[in-house]
Structures are given as C-alpha cells and as structure tokens.
C-alpha cells in the first residue's frame, strides 16, 4: 500500500482523525520550527499556523530570522525558526518554553534545546548528523549518541532520505524531492497535533500552479509524513487542543508586519495625507515593503 493510499483512507475513514494510537487532550502547546534559511521553518510554521487559526484554536507567533545575510549553512548564524503558541482559550503570547522542537540539522538543534522545557519533544532530521556537520557547531560527539538530551524525548526521523524516498516515482530531481522535507516535518506535525490539512493542500497548489511536477512532490511529501505518524511506533501518542471559546464574529490570523501595514494605510486614508515609511529591505521588514508596493 502506497502512502498516499494509506494517508486517504484514513482520512475517508473518520474525517481528518485517523489512527487507533492514543488520543490525549491538551489545553495549549507551544511548537519550534528550526533549521537553515533554505529549509523553509518559516513557510512551514506559518502553514501550520493557518491550520490551527482554521480549527479554532487561538493563536499567537514569532517567526525569528538570521541576523546575517547568507549566512553559511549548517552554522549557528543561519539558524531560522517560527515558533507558535496555540490554545484552547486566550492567549497573549508566543510562548517561552516550547513543548516541541523540529530540528532539521545539528545547528538548529544547539541554538534552541536551551529554550525548551524538561520533557518536551525533539524531533530531530538525523540524516544532516554528519560529522561534518556536528563540526560547525562545536559538537565534539553526536547528541544523539551521548546523554546530554536525557531529559527531552527524542524522535530521530530521517527526514530528508525519507521524502526523497517517498517521491521516488516522481519526475522531480533529487534537489527539489529534498526541498520537500519541510512538508514531510509539516504533515508529521499535522498528525502528532490533529489539525485539518484541506488548507495546506490548496496552498500547495495556488503557489506551485506553474509547476505541477512541484506540486505533487510537496503534497506527497505532506502525505508521507502524515502517514509517517500513523504508522510508526516511534510516535505512540496524538494530541488535541480543542478550538477555543470565542464570541460570535469575523476573525483575521494577521501578522505583525501586515497590521503595521494596515495601519499605515488606514493612517494615510483617514488623514488624507501622504505617508512616507523609510525602511531598508532586508528580512524581517521586507513583508510591509511588499504590502504597501
């Protein structure tokens, strides 16, 4: 049986809440995303985002860029993460201690395990545990061989050999089925924490519509993560967070760069003067460049 088989049956099965594992109730959970800039953390957790906001959960993020441009890959100063805090009441903040870490490489794994509380998950992409990778870092011997994440629950996934394993039949070169991996950690989080995929799966199609061959690699890539989680033994547990109690109303998941944004035009509009931003374009900032060009 193909992954992607297994994946639609079992959502045909019961609506988006397969499986027979263990079903365990949560009222908030605060997940990390991190690896190098090219790994996408920041598409990822935004799309997890919007699936959560889509199930009703309140939200709150923080997306955290490189400070340097370029940095190399693999090093401390290239690490990108996108953390999210989402909960079945009101919430105010990102979150301080995550629950859970998605760490693509060695770098990703250093610069954040500080942050997270006794006990939480860590899923590691154990294919980018090189030697030489653990080199640029300082890692003298694996973290994954020794004991200094005794107190966390590690999940080794190898991420990048399993996607592009995934999408073996597909007209994709092995450099684009490795991009994917981001889409395998997504569907494997998608299914640890029960959220709804129907958005993510037309994103994929609105944003790759010029590339088929694309389009197909990332969903099958999500599908094989969510069939991943269903499958292996490594991962006994799902969660839910239930949607949170709100009043009768429209909704917006907004970011903090779109509502400045918004702000500034509305400044604009209700003053009927111009308004000048001088702003240099470099990420994070970019995004109100693009909303107000």
Do not use: C
């Amino acid at each position: 049986m193909t992954p992607t088989t297994r994946y639609d049956e079992a959502q045909a099965a019961d609506g988006g809440t397969p499986g027979a594992k263990q079903i365990r109730q949560l009222d908030r959970v605060v997940i990390r995303f991190a690896g190098d800039s090219g790994d996408g953390m920041q598409l990822t957790g935004d799309r997890f985002t919007s699936e959560t906001a889509q199930l009703g959960n309140d939200i709150s993020t923080l997306p955290n860029f490189p400070a340097e441009i370029r940095a190399p890959a693999g090093t401390l100063p290239g690490v990108s993460s996108f953390q999210v805090h989402f909960a079945d009441y009101d919430i105010l903040t990102p979150g301080d201690a995550p629950n859970v870490l998605v760490a693509m490489n060695p770098a990703a794994l250093k610069a954040n395990v500080g942050d997270l509380r006794r006990g939480a998950d860590i899923i590691v992409n154990t294919d980018e545990f090189t030697k030489r990778n653990l080199v640029k870092v300082g890692y003298a011997v694996s973290p994954l061989e020794d004991d200094s994440l005794a107190g966390f629950v590690v999940h080794p996934v190898a991420l990048t050999s399993m996607t592009v394993g995934a999408l073996a039949e597909l007209a994709v070169s092995k450099k684009d089925a490795e991009r994917a991996k981001n889409m395998f950690a997504l569907g494997l989080l998608s299914w640890m924490y029960s959220r709804p995929y129907d958005s993510t799966l037309r994103f994929l199609e609105r944003k790759f519509v010029k590339r088929p061959d694309l389009v197909a690699a990332n969903i099958a890539a999500f599908k094989a993560g969510w069939n991943y989680g269903e499958t292996t033994d490594s991962f006994s547990v799902r969660y839910e967070v239930k949607p949170a109690k709100m009043l009768p109303g429209t909704y917006r998941n907004i970011t903090g760069n779109a509502a400045l944004s918004l702000g500034l035009v509305a400044a604009g509009v209700r003053s009927g003067l111009p308004v000048f931003l001088g702003a240099y374009p470099i990420t994070p900032a970019s995004d109100i460049l693009h909303e107000l060009s």
